[in-house]
């Protein structure tokens, strides 16, 4: 399978993603509350605890970048030939075809704005049980 340009940029940016979120790995405490994000070479320091890799959250979030990337280099694949037919009346249109007819750019861009909001999401819910 050849990647188009989009799919390559997609798989370009998941992979800076895994890259940052292995260097910056989420952290905890020995009691299991979350302490943030920190620089994986130098670990952040606390008084009284003891602080380690969240690892669960960690794999959850590597799982979420992957299966994201996957998808989206998916669905850039089986819509090209979709995105090069010619546009419809615009009222005719609903939101997918709408969406799929939208400039490269922006489209890219509001996936990527929705792929990161589901990371967010993600951590936000395994932080606050």
Not at 44 to 52: S, Y
Not at 58 to 64: G, V, Y
Request: proline share 7%; hydrophobic share 55%.
């Amino acid at each position: 399978m050849t990647l188009n340009r989009a799919q390559r940029i997609i798989v370009r940016i998941g992979g800076c993603v895994l890259l940052f979120k292995l260097l910056f790995p989420p952290w905890k405490t020995d009691l299991g509350e979350p302490f943030g994000d920190h620089f994986i070479f130098a670990p952040p320091v606390a008084p009284v605890v003891t602080l380690m890799v969240d690892t669960l959250l960690l794999f959850l979030q590597i799982a979420a970048i992957v299966t994201g990337t996957a998808l989206l280099v998916w669905w850039f694949h089986s819509h090209q030939a979709i995105t090069q037919s010619p546009p419809e009346k615009t009222s005719e249109r609903g939101i997918v075809q709408r969406f799929l007819h939208m400039n490269t750019r922006l489209r890219f861009v509001l996936l990527l704005a929705l792929f990161l909001g589901l990371l967010v999401f993600l951590k936000a819910i395994y932080n606050n049980p």
